[in-house]
């Protein structure tokens, strides 16, 4: 009996060794939250100091490009570490309960984290499948109204019957409408689709009316916003398992429409001192993008004076957000976890805000593509690195194994490591983006080698106009040196080194549309 429990003891002893030595994971990502929404990365009117600090205090990718730029795909690419074209789910609708064949078959870096023992808990949105949600050890799994936290609408279920309990709908007053999602009043600006109408008139036909229309004030206290709501269940969880090994996520749904913002971050950045983009007039007659999302329907997007508002919301999004990721590291160092955790901040795709008359993601320019990716671990990392090699969210998950320690899994990224150590390695000498929600109507490949840009279908009858843009002297990229460009036989070499390199990516990656794309004629 004695030698047993001798033997119980050590069990115990090596058990609680191992999860001393176990990592944590802190993974935080927002919504459409573009490359320049960071005053690290050179912004001089928003201000974010805590997302600053995670920078200097580890790595800051300065090239950093989503997989997909559209939410699902993005996030799933995220998960598994593998292209669109390898995890299967190319469009948003192919999450959640999708079942018209398999997709995402592969496990998340979260699965093989459960398996390692962690404990892993995941807060806000999801939008992907949720076969692969069982390994999350939620406190509160779905909503009052039956709704699964990881099903479609998600946690936002949760969320309204917080805010029903701790803010009533109040009665709206003169000039304000029904948010359509929290059903708390809000002011809308002149951006909004319904700016100047009465709620009475326009209640049923907001309903069917999509989130990027709704732009102007909540009219609710910052301190129960969705973004609050999210950021505090975040610090719960951490404050919850901060003596056991934990991956948490916290997946916050701003500065994704619909921007809608409370005091004090909807005065934060006023909308008359807003500079419009460059591109806002961009008549795009030479670029594959003329029609997409809408724009020639949608010219208030076009429009110098409106758009204000729209960077005047999007602003105070992305700060409310730094805010409360301040308070989140806060909690780190409170209960001495800064030390022991990977925290990982990235987005799924950007955001357009009226460049090239734009609004939303979708699209291979900059705005929409280009995205925040910052690193933070206390001796592995060292402070003040900056990388300037192009990297992928498809990198992320070997990033992970790798500094967790986990092993080799296999993935279509490479571990982030040697960039970020310096070392010399291939990787991170160009980036490859997908796009192929709807076939070849719509480039469908973006890569990015030495400040130049190539976007082009993946077949050679695509009637899809090809573009190269030169981002160093065409930063804005008004000015597409292929189609229907007089001088395009200039840039021939360029455009076919481009395409070497991204048919090497594709050969890599045993995509059948290797052929398609070499096919192609460039010029």
Same mark, same amino acid.
Not at 60 to 79: E, H, Q, T, W
Not at 377 to 404: K, N, R
Not at 472 to 501: F, I, Q, V, W
């Given at each position: 009996?004695?030698?047993?429990?001798?033997?119980?003891?050590?069990?115990?002893?090596?058990?609680?060794?191992?999860?001393?030595?176990?990592?944590?994971?802190?993974?935080?990502?927002?919504?459409?939250?573009?490359?320049?929404?960071?005053?690290?990365?050179?912004?001089?009117?928003?201000?974010?100091?805590?997302?600053?600090?995670?920078?200097?205090?580890?790595?800051?990718?300065?090239?950093?490009?989503?997989?997909?730029?559209?939410?699902?795909?993005?996030?799933?690419?995220?998960?598994?570490?593998?292209?669109?074209?390898?995890?299967?789910?190319?469009?948003?609708?192919?999450?959640?309960?999708?079942?018209?064949?398999?997709?995402?078959?592969?496990?998340?870096?979260?699965?093989?984290? /459960?398996?390692?023992?962690?404990?892993?808990?995941?807060?806000?949105?999801?939008?992907?499948?949720?076969?692969?949600?069982?390994?999350?050890?939620?406190?509160?799994?779905?909503?009052?109204?039956?709704?699964?936290?990881?099903?479609?609408?998600?946690?936002?279920?949760?969320?309204?019957?917080?805010?029903?309990?701790?803010?009533?709908?109040?009665?709206?007053?003169?000039?304000?409408?029904?948010?359509?999602?929290?059903?708390?009043?809000?002011?809308?600006?002149?951006?909004?689709?319904?700016?100047?109408?009465?709620?009475?008139?326009?209640?049923?036909?907001?309903?069917?009316?999509?989130?990027?229309?709704?732009?102007?004030?909540?009219?609710?206290?910052?301190?129960?916003?969705?973004?609050?709501?999210? /950021?505090?269940?975040?610090?719960?969880?951490?404050?919850?398992?901060?003596?056991?090994?934990?991956?948490?996520?916290?997946?916050?749904?701003?500065?994704?429409?619909?921007?809608?913002?409370?005091?004090?971050?909807?005065?934060?950045?006023?909308?008359?001192?807003?500079?419009?983009?460059?591109?806002?007039?961009?008549?795009?007659?030479?670029?594959?993008?003329?029609?997409?999302?809408?724009?020639?329907?949608?010219?208030?997007?076009?429009?110098?004076?409106?758009?204000?508002?729209?960077?005047?919301?999007?602003?105070?999004?992305?700060?409310?957000?730094?805010?409360?990721?301040?308070?989140?590291?806060?909690?780190?160092?409170?209960?001495?976890?800064?030390?022991?955790?990977?925290?990982?901040?990235?987005?799924?795709?950007?955001?357009?805000?009226?460049?090239?008359?734009?609004?939303?993601?979708?699209?291979?320019?900059?705005?929409?593509?280009?995205?925040?990716?910052?690193?933070?671990?206390?001796?592995?990392?060292?402070?003040?690195?900056?990388?300037?090699?192009?990297?992928?969210?498809?990198?992320?998950?070997?990033?992970?194994?790798?500094?967790?320690?986990?092993?080799?899994?296999?993935?279509?990224?490479?571990?982030?490591?040697?960039?970020?150590?310096?070392?010399?390695?291939?990787?991170?000498?160009?980036?490859?983006?997908?796009?192929?929600?709807?076939?070849?109507?719509?480039?469908?490949?973006?890569?990015?080698?030495?400040?130049?840009?190539?976007?082009?279908?993946?077949?050679?009858?695509?009637?899809?106009?090809?573009?190269?843009?030169?981002?160093?002297?065409?930063?804005?990229?008004?000015?597409?040196?292929?189609?229907?460009?007089?001088?395009?036989?200039?840039?021939?070499?360029?455009?076919?080194?481009?395409?070497?390199?991204?048919?090497?990516?594709?050969?890599?990656?045993?995509?059948?549309?290797?052929?398609?794309?070499?096919?192609?004629?460039?010029?």
């Amino acid at each position: 009996m004695k030698n047993l429990s001798l033997f119980v003891i050590l069990l115990f002893a090596i058990f609680s060794l191992n999860a001393q030595q176990k990592k944590n994971l802190l993974f935080i990502i927002t919504d459409q939250q573009r490359s320049d929404a960071l005053s690290i990365a050179g912004n001089t009117v928003l201000e974010t100091p805590n997302l600053d600090r995670l920078a200097e205090q580890g790595v800051y990718f300065k090239n950093a490009y989503s997989a997909c730029a559209v939410c699902g795909p993005a996030r799933s690419s995220i998960l598994t570490g593998c292209t669109v074209e390898t995890h299967g789910a190319r469009t948003n609708d192919r999450t959640y309960y999708y079942d018209k064949e398999p997709v995402m078959t592969m496990p998340t870096f979260d699965e093989i984290l /459960a398996e390692n023992g962690y404990h892993c808990e995941y807060y806000g949105k999801w939008h992907a499948m949720t076969s692969h949600t069982k390994v999350y050890k939620n406190p509160k799994q779905a909503a009052k109204n039956g709704k699964s936290i990881f099903g479609h609408g998600g946690q936002n279920h949760v969320y309204v019957d917080y805010i029903n309990e701790n803010f009533p709908k109040p009665e709206l007053e003169k000039g304000e409408l029904y948010d359509k999602f929290t059903q708390r009043p809000y002011r809308p600006d002149p951006l909004d689709l319904f700016y100047g109408k009465e709620y009475d008139d326009i209640k049923e036909i907001q309903k069917k009316t999509s989130q990027p229309n709704f732009h102007g004030e909540l009219m609710m206290p910052k301190e129960h916003s969705f973004t609050a709501f999210q /950021a505090k269940e975040t610090i719960e969880a951490i404050q919850r398992l901060k003596d056991k090994p934990f991956s948490i996520t916290c997946s916050f749904h701003f500065p994704h429409a619909p921007m809608i913002v409370p005091e004090p971050y909807y005065s934060m950045y006023p909308a008359e001192e807003m500079v419009p983009p460059v591109s806002i007039n961009d008549d795009m007659e030479n670029s594959p993008y003329q029609k997409a999302n809408g724009r020639l329907g949608l010219p208030q997007f076009s429009d110098p004076e409106k758009i204000k508002y729209m960077i005047s919301n999007y602003y105070g999004l992305v700060k409310e957000i730094d805010d409360w990721v301040g308070e989140i590291l806060a909690t780190l160092d409170k209960h001495g976890l800064t030390e022991n955790t990977l925290v990982i901040f990235t987005s799924d795709h950007g955001e357009m805000l009226g460049s090239h008359g734009l609004r939303e993601k979708n699209v291979f320019y900059e705005e929409s593509a280009h995205i925040p990716m910052l690193m933070r671990f206390p001796g592995e990392i060292e402070q003040q690195t900056e990388v300037d090699g192009y990297v992928s969210h498809v990198d992320l998950f070997a990033t992970i194994m790798d500094y967790l320690k986990l092993g080799d899994y296999k993935s279509d990224g490479e571990s982030l490591r040697n960039l970020i150590e310096g070392k010399e390695t291939k990787h991170g000498e160009y980036v490859v983006t997908e796009w192929n929600y709807r076939g070849d109507i719509s480039p469908n490949y973006m890569i990015v080698k030495d400040g130049w840009k190539l976007m082009i279908p993946y077949s050679k009858s695509s009637k899809v106009i090809n573009a190269m843009y030169d981002l160093t002297n065409d930063p804005h990229e008004m000015n597409n040196l292929l189609g229907s460009n007089p001088e395009k036989e200039m840039y021939k070499e360029r455009a076919e080194e481009l395409r070497e390199c991204l048919l090497e990516w594709l050969s890599e990656k045993e995509s059948k549309h290797y052929n398609g794309v070499k096919e192609r004629e460039l010029i």
